[in-house]
């Protein structure tokens, strides 16, 4: 790599994404272009702050160009066999490239892709200008890894046809055997293949308008960085800003998704309680013609402009008026003065229930993430809100609580330490380790003895449950505190991301924001020592789900740091209940002869099947014969999403106060409970949380206190 930067690093640790980021600057001198000038930064970054930096040597790129390859054309159909051995004269170069800043594997590439693409246009078009023969006997093979690149032309012709017959087949039998309105088989072919041809229409449009060189220079530079290990990630500065919005579950702005379709930018969704919603004029349907910061200037025509240029138009601060020329679904036109604020996206926060079973009352979280609002930690954040849930559910009679961490995939490393201090009085949550084995470990402590629930408690988890999730789920087993129900083993993800914008590493950029690098900096290990890396949390009860035969654990990931033990922390297993083995025991059995969970799993193994099933039949009479085994299939799986718990889910007081001006809001909280009433998983952590009552010490206490 040039010898052109000075290095001064300076440390500022803030709480953000997948547990905690450090944020490092960098002195340097700029003398490149933006490309060149970001490799040789995030080579730099991931020489100096990975946990496991690697030798970016041959190996390392052969690994990226692969890997880079793979991305750009996953079912190869677009590069020949003679691009790729073109190719092939920079398979051992590309380390010396990044140390050098030379991007020319990258130029090549990109410049042939584009060429390629181009090409493709007219082949697709072509093919579907003509009618498929579906009675035709003949099979496409779907498992496009194992397969080579075509060597001609007319082999790539070929291919296209196949995968273009196999993405129309399935809408040709809908428009075949529509119940309102069948179609001939003539008129349902061409039907079939136009919605292919407008699909491919859309995603050609879009790369040729809306993804632009930057967009695939960011492709190649994550292919790069996620050769160290899956998690460390490039986001270009718009990324970087979605980013945010994911991890607080708040943006500035006029409230509403859009969507752009051909020229149009349309409104696909307005969010519940955002400025759109409370103004009731605009709708969705509506398309955005126009766009003004002020009444007497000229509005910004955004018809045609890329997605993103119109929304960087109607974003702005608090407080501030934009004037939105709208088209709306009637045809009429008019101009609607929208004033932006703080739009929060609810399904990302906590949400709350009671549980009514007999004449006991229980109460379930879900908690989606662990979010926090980067620039304001006193503002809204995960484990303020669980603990103002838990608080209202107490006042609602809660015997018992359900933690339902299903399906989160983490989120900030401090709203975890602080959620775990609400249901134990005090004593280590995480042990942290950064790069190079003499490091001493970083012990997270929660140093606040206030319990806020000192009650039963249950942790449904599933293989989707990452990171922060995993540090409560572990800290709560490890203690004795609640008992884990759910699969094998959580996600298996224990590593912890620092995040660092480039934009403030580099003096004298001429170049704007250079977007921010998410990098690997330390691991962190349950407070018994065990690393939460691959292998996760083990459930105290195992129960299946759709996800158990799936690869899409941190194991199945490519790069993959490796598990480790570090030495115990200081902690004392928590003394509120009596027969804990015994009550896990119990769950246990209730599960393994529990029905329901006998066809989960029957179905999980069928689910596998089918996802292992490559060759696939474009012949219309075999599709048919294969639909109705699949519909019997189907029918049989139909009871689990037909089963009855026979608990009763209600919203809090608040929340009910909410649905009278918040119609959206009641109907997702009713789906919510309606999906709840027929969750086995819930059924079985409520069944827990009774014997768990039963055997809480502070009850039998108190009884024979009584009883004395």
Not at 127 to 144: G, H, M, Q, V, W
Not at 308 to 327: E, Q, R, S, W
Not at 586 to 601: D, G, W, Y
Request: negative net charge.
């Amino acid at each position: 790599m040039k010898k052109n930067l000075i290095v001064m690093l300076l440390g500022m640790l803030f709480a953000v994404a997948s547990c905690s980021f450090t944020n490092k600057s960098l002195d340097t001198v700029n003398d490149g272009d933006k490309d060149k000038l970001l490799i040789e930064i995030i080579a730099y970054m991931l020489e100096k702050g990975h946990y496991e930096p690697k030798d970016i040597n041959d190996d390392f790129s052969v690994s990226v160009f692969e890997e880079f390859i793979d991305v750009l054309d996953p079912t190869k159909r677009y590069f020949l066999e003679s691009d790729i051995k073109e190719f092939e004269k920079y398979k051992f170069q590309i380390d010396d490239q990044i140390k050098n800043t030379d991007i020319s594997f990258f130029d090549l590439v990109h410049k042939r892709l584009m060429k390629r693409m181009d090409e493709a246009s007219d082949i697709y078009k072509d093919i579907l200008s003509k009618p498929f023969n579906f009675d035709t006997a003949e099979k496409i093979d779907i498992n496009y890894e194992d397969q080579t690149f075509v060597s001609s032309k007319k082999e790539l012709r070929e291919r296209w046809r196949k995968q273009l017959k196999y993405a129309t087949i399935s809408t040709f039998d809908d428009k075949l055997t529509d119940k309102e309105k069948p179609l001939s088989k003539t008129e349902a072919e061409k039907a079939a293949r136009e919605l292919t041809k407008s699909t491919l229409d859309d995603f050609f449009d879009f790369v040729n308008n809306e993804y632009d060189r930057e967009d695939w220079f960011g492709q190649y530079i994550n292919t790069i960085v996620e050769g160290f290990d899956p998690h460390t990630y490039y986001f270009a500065p718009e990324d970087k800003d979605k980013f945010d919005v994911s991890m607080s579950g708040k943006f500035e702005g006029i409230g509403a998704r859009l969507q752009k379709k051909k020229d149009q930018i349309k409104i696909v969704e307005v969010i519940s309680g955002g400025p759109i919603w409370r103004d009731q004029t605009i709708e969705v349907g509506d398309e955005i013609i126009k766009v003004g910061q002020k009444p007497d200037e000229e509005p910004v025509d955004v018809t045609g402009m890329q997605l993103n240029d119109a929304i960087k138009l109607m974003k702005g601060p608090k407080g501030t008026n934009v004037y939105l020329t709208v088209k709306k679904v009637d045809g009429s036109t008019q101009v609607v003065k929208i004033t932006r604020d703080l739009v929060e996206m609810e399904e990302s926060y906590a949400k709350s229930a009671t549980v009514k079973k007999e004449d006991h009352t229980y109460g379930i979280i879900n908690l989606p993430k662990f979010y926090v609002d980067f620039k304001d930690y006193s503002n809204r954040n995960a484990a303020s809100d669980v603990a103002k849930e838990i608080e209202r559910l107490k006042q609602a009679g809660m015997e018992g609580l359900v933690l339902d961490l299903r399906d989160n995939g983490g989120g900030s490393l401090r709203t975890v330490v602080e959620m775990a201090g609400l249901f134990i009085k005090d004593g280590p949550v995480v042990q942290v380790k950064s790069s190079g084995s003499t490091e001493e470990k970083v012990v997270h402590e929660d140093k606040d003895e206030r319990i806020q629930w000192d009650g039963p408690l249950v942790l449904l988890v599933n293989e989707l449950s990452a990171s922060a999730s995993e540090i409560l789920a572990a800290a709560m087993q490890d203690y004795k505190r609640g008992v884990v129900i759910g699969s094998k083993q959580t996600f298996g993800k224990g590593t912890v991301q620092n995040l660092w914008s480039l934009s403030d590493i580099v003096r004298n950029n001429e170049h704007g924001d250079l977007g921010a690098l998410k990098v690997t900096t330390q691991k962190f290990y349950r407070i018994n020592g065990g690393s939460t890396q691959l292998e996760g949390v083990k459930s105290d009860v195992v129960v299946p789900d759709k996800y158990s035969y799936i690869d899409l654990g941190e194991r199945d990931q490519q790069n993959p740091l490796a598990w480790d033990k570090i030495s115990p922390a200081n902690y004392k297993t928590w003394d509120g209940y009596i027969d804990y083995k015994q009550t896990i025991a119990n769950s246990a059995k209730r599960m393994a002869a529990n029905s329901q969970l006998k066809l989960i799993e029957e179905n999980a193994k069928w689910l596998k099947e089918q996802q292992d099933e490559n060759v696939v039949s474009l012949s219309y009479s075999d599709y048919k014969k294969e639909k109705e085994k699949l519909l019997e299939k189907s029918k049989h799986f139909k009871g689990i999403y037909d089963y009855k718990t026979g608990l009763t889910f209600e919203s809090l007081k608040y929340e009910k106060d909410l649905f009278v001006k918040d119609t959206i809001l009641k109907e997702k909280r009713e789906r919510w409970h309606k999906d709840l009433a027929r969750d086995v998983y819930v059924e079985e952590a409520i069944s827990v949380l009774k014997d768990l009552k039963i055997n809480n010490i502070k009850n039998n206490n108190k009884l024979a206190a009584i009883k004395g």
